[in-house]
Each structure stands twice: as structure tokens, then as C-alpha cells.
């Protein structure tokens, strides 16, 4: 079964410096990778994905994340948070199902959070 | 402008009562989902769908019922059988089961 692990509940940063959550992930074969964040109260959004290709991705918001197969991890960075980026930050792994006997990427399994909080 | 609609924003229930939460999405998306969140506990899949008409049951469906006639609607109704239905619900959508998930605002419900 695929799971998500994100080690760090809780994270404080200094606004301009910089940030990296880490998110590690288990799963049997090329996953499907996400970066969500979650203001208090609202839903989630999209800050970047990665299905194939170059490991280093980058997002919205100046945010990048490195697939790193050897080590099942998707770590999600930014060089100079700012004092917006405090939020809750998911990661997510896609999973296998079956549509119509072939086999598709949709369920996703998602991490704990992450909370980000950013001092001035 | 495309987005999905969640309602109502709060909700809340009254022991042994269904309720039902709205999800309206404009995007034209094929695949619509239903998430749980508890604080510490991250998103847990309620129910998911592909296309009309279908629906699978997801992780934590027991105490769930959904519906999904159209293909912008896909309704989730908390029976009297949830027995802690306290919790923030998310739905979201995507083209195609393979596409990153857009997500509404969010429903909290409450129980009185």
C-alpha cells in the first residue's frame, strides 16, 4: 500500500531564510508526486507536481522539489520564505486504479502536514 | 471564472440526523472526490468518482452515501451510521483520474 511520511508536524522559519519540508513516500512503482498548502480555513491549492522527467520541479509561489528515487523522498524547498508562506503544506502520492482494465494514477494518499509558521 | 463550490461553509447536525454537503464544480472535470480532515491526521478519501454515474468507495466510506447523476454535482450525505462526523470536508475534482485534484473551501461540520 502507498504511504505518505512528512517527519516534521511543525516547522518556524525567519522570514528570508530558507526552507526546506521534507516528505518521504513509499510506494511500488513511479509515483505521482504533489505539493499542496492549506491556508487555516480554506481548501487546498496546488504548488507543483512531478509524473516524469527532470527530478527537480519547480511551482508557483518560487517554491522547486527534487525527486529523489534512491531515497523515496520529494522534498519541497524555497530559498527566502516570506511571511505569506506561513500555512500548512501537504505532500501526496498518487495511486494505482484500475479504470475500465487498464490501470490509471488518481487515488492519492496524502502526508500529515506540515505547519509552517514565520517570524519577522 | 472555473472553480468548485462547497456547501454550505458550516453545518452543523443533530444526533441521528443525515445531512448533506454540496459540491458543484464548473471546471468540466470527469473525476470528483470527497476528503476527510482531522487535525494531526491529515486528508482521508471518503468516496471518489471517474466519470457519471460511477463512484468508488474510498478509505474511510463507512457512514458515508454519495451520488454522482451529473457531471458537475457530487453530493456527500453523513448518515445517522457516522458515529464522530466532526470534521472538515473537502472535495475536489480532476480531468481525468491521472490530473493533480483541484479543491473547494471546505465545509466544517459540527455535531449540536
Known amino acids: 500500500a502507498q504511504s505518505v511520511t512528512q517527519p516534521d508536524i511543525h516547522i518556524t522559519v525567519s522570514e528570508g531564510a530558507s526552507l526546506e519540508l521534507r516528505c518521504n513516500y513509499s510506494?511500488?512503482?513511479?509515483?505521482?508526486l504533489f505539493w499542496y498548502v492549506q491556508s487555516p480555513g480554506q481548501g487546498l491549492q496546488l504548488l507543483l507536481k512531478?509524473?516524469?522527467?527532470?527530478?527537480l520541479v519547480q511551482g508557483i509561489k518560487g517554491f522547486e522539489a527534487e525527486f529523489k528515487r534512491s531515497q523515496s523522498s520529494f522534498n519541497l524547498r524555497k530559498p527566502s520564505v516570506h511571511w505569506s508562506d506561513a500555512a500548512e503544506y501537504f505532500c501526496?502520492?498518487?495511486?494505482?486504479?484500475?479504470?475500465?482494465?487498464?490501470?490509471?494514477?488518481?487515488?492519492?494518499?496524502f502526508g500529515q502536514g506540515t505547519i509552517l509558521t514565520v517570524h519577522p | 471564472d472555473g472553480g468548485i463550490t462547497q456547501s454550505p461553509k458550516y453545518l452543523f447536525r443533530k444526533e441521528g440526523q443525515n445531512v448533506t454537503l454540496s459540491c458543484e464544480q464548473n471546471?468540466?472535470?470527469?473525476?470528483m472526490y470527497w476528503y476527510r480532515q482531522d487535525p494531526g491526521q491529515g486528508l482521508r478519501l471518503i468516496y471518489y468518482?471517474?466519470?457519471?454515474?460511477?463512484?468508488q468507495k474510498g478509505d474511510i466510506a463507512e457512514g458515508y452515501s454519495v451520488s454522482r447523476e451529473k457531471k458537475e454535482s457530487f453530493p456527500l450525505t453523513v448518515t445517522s451510521a457516522q458515529k464522530n462526523p466532526t470534521a472538515f470536508y473537502l472535495c475536489a475534482s480532476s480531468v481525468t483520474v491521472n490530473q493533480p485534484q483541484h479543491f473547494g473551501d471546505g465545509t466544517r461540520l459540527s455535531i449540536l
Open positions: 471546471l468540466n472535470h470527469d473525476a
Open positions: 512531478y509524473f516524469s522527467g527532470d527530478t
Open positions: 501526496a502520492v498518487g495511486g494505482q486504479v484500475r479504470a475500465g482494465g487498464g490501470t490509471s494514477y488518481g487515488k492519492l494518499t
Open positions: 510506494y511500488g512503482a513511479t509515483p505521482y
Open positions: 468518482s471517474q466519470i457519471v454515474n460511477d463512484f
